[in-house]
């Protein structure tokens, strides 16, 4: 089991920056990619981005590209989400997640350990 603890959620205006932080603690060593998905108000849980820990691959949806970086720092087992140029439609709670797969997925099905979430609010 991967314990997985999300922080620095926010309120932001538009055109604005946060970064999210995920550690990670518990069995680490069994999961090869990190996800981050995010899930608004009456809307599905949809994928963000995802890193691998050891090469450091990551993917990205299309909406965040050239917006939002994923890293990793993995002697502190800590995942970030850096989220640039916000925008109102970005408002969602955002879930930091681990995989156990060793190819990235898109699918909140292929992640076996969830973190509670933590709320990004971007005002116009």
């Known amino acids: 089991q991967v314990q997985l603890v999300e922080s620095g959620g926010g309120l932001v205006q538009a055109g604005g920056s946060l970064r999210l932080s995920c550690a990670a603690s518990g069995r680490t060593f069994s999961s090869y990619f990190m996800g981050w998905f ?12 995802t890193i691998s820990w050891g090469r450091g ?18 002697a502190k087992n800590t995942v970030y989400l850096q989220m640039t140029s916000l925008k109102p439609e970005d408002t969602a709670v955002y879930y930091c997640a681990a995989s156990s797969k060793t190819y990235y997925s898109t699918k909140s099905t292929s992640y076996d350990n969830w973190g509670q979430g933590t709320q990004v609010t971007v005002s116009s």
């Open 38 to 49: 995010r899930q608004a108000p009456g809307k599905e849980r949809e994928f963000v981005a």
């Open 57 to 74: 691959s990551t993917y990205y949806t299309d909406s965040v590209k050239g917006r939002f970086t994923i890293s990793r720092d993995n």
